[in-house]
């Protein structure tokens, strides 16, 4: 991979490990993204992330089906509708009321990282996916396992 390009993306990521939004969110968004977009090694690297944020694995194991279960809050729930919105744009935009129910539960800069960590996650699972990244080799690094 490209070293430049690697830190370029990596400074998004920093950004975002220090923006206010949880990190287990984050990790959630990520997942999910991967989902949809079938990336190994990505769907490897946040569930493990998850798991050493303490995240339940019955919410992991039903983040695909997440509209069907009352294990997230209101606020998950927004989120998760606006990364697949903009993760399948391709299907008709955002709607409306995907970009009012996340503006209730996200501040204006919330909603900015929040799409921000969606197009990162996207462009990281695209680069993984073409540049045939082995997946099940990510380990957590050890300041999140202490944390």
């Given amino acids: ?11 998004l990521e920093l950004y975002l490990n220090r923006s206010s939004l949880e990190k287990k969110l ?11 977009n079938g990336c190994a090694f990505c769907l490897d690297m946040h569930w493990k992330d998850l798991q ?10 039903s983040l695909d089906a997440w509209r069907e279960t009352d294990y997230y809050s209101d606020r998950e729930r927004a ?6 919105a903009i993760t399948k744009v391709t299907e008709g935009h955002v709607p409306d ?4 129910a996340t503006r209730q539960h ?20 695209r680069l993984s996916i073409a540049l045939r990244v082995v997946p099940g080799t990510y380990q957590v690094p050890k300041l ?4």
């Fill in 52 to 61: 050493a944020e303490g995240e339940s694995e019955q919410r992991m194991y």
């Fill in 106 to 125: 996200f501040s204006e800069q919330e909603m900015a990282d929040l799409t921000f960590a969606v197009v990162a996650i996207n462009g990281w699972n």
């Fill in 144 to 147: 999140k396992k202490e944390a």
């Fill in 1 to 11: 991979m490209s070293p430049g390009g690697y830190k370029a993306m990596l400074g």
């Fill in 97 to 100: 009321e995907v970009f009012e």
């Fill in 26 to 36: 984050l990790h959630m968004i990520k997942l999910r993204v991967s989902q949809i």
């Fill in 79 to 84: 989120a998760l509708a606006w990364a697949e």
